[in-house]
């Protein structure tokens, strides 16, 4: 119950009037990957299906892609949660333009407000799923840098088709990365960072590279709390070729 107050109220900070416009981005009318609708589950779908797009299905005048067709520095977060991360490095690299792609609504919100009420212009925000957003809004050789921070690690093996470092997701980074971008993840998972050395490993369009650095002040709240118990991060990056 207090999880849900919580979560109105800062669904309704967001609509404040007094702050600077707001930086989550609008799609084109009927997109069905960012902003999807209330989904209702039957008997026959008790799961919502995913919203996959086709690139070329995409309007040419889609709002998104016009946006980061037109960025020169454009660099991309998954999931960027409650915005430690994606708020520091947009702060300290005022010539990049940022963009996260999260799928939880409230968490989009929170960023947005904290970008807003610091003054940051540079970071936009989109509500939706990544892999179907890479697939149908990010417009080929577009990115610079995609980050992603401790995924989902699915630690049961018959979950391990769940996991997001999967071949159709790097066919799907590799469509977006500029020549020379680079793929950049961390994990507090130990197997899954083995299994994300074994999907890449195979693959002939990266190579890999020395592990990107970040500031302190870039360091995650989850990153933050595990840390602190000792716990170990695992970080690797990849270069396209």
């Known amino acids: 119950m207090a999880r849900h107050r919580q979560s109105t109220k800062i669904k309704a900070e967001q ?19 960012v902003h999807p609708p209330v ?6 779908q ?7 797009c086709k690139v ?12 980061m067709s037109e960025a020169e520095h454009l ?21 990049i333009q940022m963009i996260g792609i999260e799928k939880e609504t409230v968490r989009v919100a ?6 807003r009420k610091r003054g940051i212009t540079n970071l936009r925000l989109v509500c939706g799923e990544a892999l179907p957003f890479l697939i149908a809004c990010v417009p080929p050789s577009s990115v610079e840098k995609l980050y992603i921070f401790y995924p989902d690690p699915w630690p049961k093996r018959k979950h391990y088709k769940n996991r997001l470092f999967q071949k159709n997701f790097v066919d799907a980074v590799w469509a977006c990365l ?9 994990t507090d998972h130990a197997d899954y960072f083995r299994h994300m050395l074994e999907v890449m490993e195979d693959e002939e369009r990266f190579s ?15 990153e933050l709390r595990f840390t602190a118990l000792g716990m170990e991060a695992h970080t690797a990056s990849w270069q396209k070729k």
């Open 15 to 33: 609509k404040n009037p007094d702050l600077p416009p707001s930086q989550e981005l609008i799609p084109c009318e009927g997109c069905s990957v």
């Open 39 to 44: 989904f209702i589950p039957t008997e026959e």
């Open 46 to 52: 008790p799961v919502p299906p995913v919203p996959f």
């Open 56 to 67: 070329k299905d995409a309007p040419q005048n889609c709002p998104l892609r016009k946006f």
């Open 75 to 95: 660099e991309l977060e998954i999931g960027p949660g409650m915005g430690r991360f994606i708020l520091a490095h947009s702060e300290n690299n005022p010539n």
């Open 110 to 115: 929170h960023v947005d407000i904290e970008a």
């Open 178 to 186: 500029k020549p020379e971008g680079t793929l950049n993840a961390v």
């Open 208 to 222: 890999q590279t020395e592990a990107f650095t970040r500031t302190e002040n870039e360091r995650t709240d989850f």
